[in-house]
């Protein structure tokens, strides 16, 4: 189906474990985003993604790595996972034209105890 | 770099009232605006943007927004509300030329009463 889709969609894991977050969209949209949503605090941007090979970091990076050797996949991985990463995940793409709009996955809730 | 603030956090309206949520942005030169919903347990669906040309922008669900220069602003509005647009909504901003990245604003939790 085409789309962007997220999976897990929940997830539960244990503190000081590794956990990959994967993210895959169907359009070949250049650009991808890996955004936090927590109360408060709306949609903050850990990491993004131009193509292939190419990450930035964004508002909240520390704790996260990300890679994208293919166009369409950009997972998210948790190196050591810490309470404080406990939140909804929300993967987004959008075409290379920044007059166009993101569209996003229906997110990951994950739950570090 | 560029940023968004939604000054409301919490709104409560009446079925059948009118709606206005509230986006300012920071940025030097005009950048390319959206307004997103999202709906409990949902990932986010865009209800407009805008980029240039009339500031006044329709968009689905009803929803429309006016770009203001002057102000920084680009505030979402709704005639009439309807139960389903209990929800939460986002002001989003790219900001053009190498910065691609989309940030958006803490977001306003619109809750609707009978």
């Known amino acids: 189906d085409a789309g962007i889709t997220q999976s897990p969609r929940y997830k539960i894991t244990e503190t000081g474990r590794q956990v990959t977050l994967m993210c895959h969209q169907t359009w070949s949209h250049s650009y991808m985003f890996w955004y936090r949503q927590d109360l408060g605090h709306g949609l903050r941007l850990i990491y993004y993604?131009?193509?292939?090979?190419?990450?930035d970091k964004g508002e909240v990076p520390d704790g996260y790595v990300v890679s994208r050797s293919k166009t369409e996949n950009f997972p998210l991985t948790l190196e050591s996972a810490t309470r404080s990463q406990t939140s909804v995940y929300f993967c987004?793409?959008?075409?290379?034209?920044?007059?166009?709009?993101?569209?996003f996955g229906q997110g990951t809730r994950l739950t570090v105890v | 770099a560029q940023s968004v603030t939604q000054p409301d956090i919490h709104i409560t309206v009446s079925e059948g009232a009118s709606l206005e949520l509230r986006c300012n942005y920071s940025?030097?030169?005009?950048?390319?605006l959206f307004w997103y919903v999202q709906s409990p347990g949902q990932g986010l669906q865009l209800l407009l943007k805008y980029f240039s040309g009339d500031t006044l922008v329709q968009g689905i669900k009803g929803f429309e927004a006016e770009f203001k220069r002057s102000q920084s602003s680009f505030n979402l509005r709704k005639p009439s509300v309807h139960w389903s647009d209990a929800a939460e909504y986002f002001c989003?901003?790219?900001?053009?030329?190498?910065?691609?990245?989309?940030?958006f604003g803490a977001g306003t939790t619109v809750t609707v009463r009978a």
């Open positions: 987004a793409s959008r075409g290379s034209s920044l007059n166009t709009e993101a569209f």
């Open positions: 989003a901003v790219a900001a053009g030329s190498n910065d691609y990245k989309l940030s």
């Open positions: 940025y030097g030169a005009t950048p390319y």
């Open positions: 993604s131009a193509a292939a090979d190419i990450t």
